[in-house]
């Protein structure tokens, strides 16, 4: 199993400038989430997922978009990246979504915006 | 105000020394408590939690919940270099992800 992969893992963009960011999981897991860390901030929830077909908001979800089309991928799109969109960019599965599943966690994505 | 706050360190030990790892929070209605680690350039893992106040072990590792003063802990008996990461402990709400509140983490260096 390759577990939770993001690609990229490095990405620099300009003000403006829209991407998606990839999210897969082989583990046939339910909940898939987006966090976001800034430094000083920890771990916040951008979007999350319960399912294929069924996406809802976190506690930072302006600037964002999702969509679950399959139980494997879960892309974060980004519309028109802003500077305090810089940040390193977390994509989470577990089976339930219960605060003491064990969530995977990818390797994450460092996204400047200049 | 954060809800959760978490000395940020960094934190530098000795190979063996007790390390004890802390935070507080604001909400008194939060009733889980993680705590991951997290290695450089890694995403974050499940350590361990607990449900309400109490104190829960797993080997070299202990997590304790005060409610009544809004604080948890983690520690670490005879810390190892392998232990050098930085933890994040994580409070929630109710049984799922949607609503865990994040501390910022504290870097912890075990020194050989």
């Not at chain 1, 996406?55 to 600037?63: I, R, Y």
């Not at chain 1, 990246?81 to 064990?102: E, I, L």
């Not at chain 2, 810390?79 to 994040?88: C, K, N, V």
Request: with cysteine; hydrophobic share 30%.
């Amino acid at each position: 199993n390759a577990g939770v992969t993001q690609t990229p893992k490095f990405q620099v963009l300009k003000t403006g400038q829209s991407m998606t960011l990839q999210c897969a999981q082989d583990m046939n897991h339910e909940y898939m989430s987006w966090y976001r860390q800034d430094p000083g901030m920890g771990l916040r929830l951008i979007h999350y997922s319960v399912g294929a077909g069924i996406t809802d908001q976190g506690e930072v979800p302006n600037g964002y978009n999702v969509s679950r089309s399959t139980t494997e991928d879960f892309p974060l799109r980004l519309l028109s990246a802003a500077p305090s969109q810089t940040s390193v960019y977390f994509c989470a599965s577990s089976s339930r979504g219960s605060s003491t599943d064990t969530q995977y966690f990818g390797p994450g994505t460092r996204l400047t915006v200049l | 105000q954060k809800e959760v706050e978490q000395d940020p360190g960094p934190l530098s030990v000795p190979e063996g020394a007790i390390v004890s790892l802390n935070c507080t929070y604001s909400n008194s209605a939060f009733q889980y408590f993680m705590w991951y680690r997290q290695y450089s350039r890694k995403g974050p893992e499940l350590l361990m939690y607990t449900y309400s106040s109490g104190n829960k072990e797993d080997g070299r590792f202990t997590a304790q919940v005060d409610k009544s003063s809004k604080y948890i802990s983690l520690f670490i008996r005879d810390s190892q270099p392998s232990d050098s990461a930085t933890y994040l402990c994580a409070m929630s709400l109710i049984y799922n992800n949607n609503d865990m509140r994040f501390g910022a983490g504290t870097r912890l260096t075990v020194k050989p």
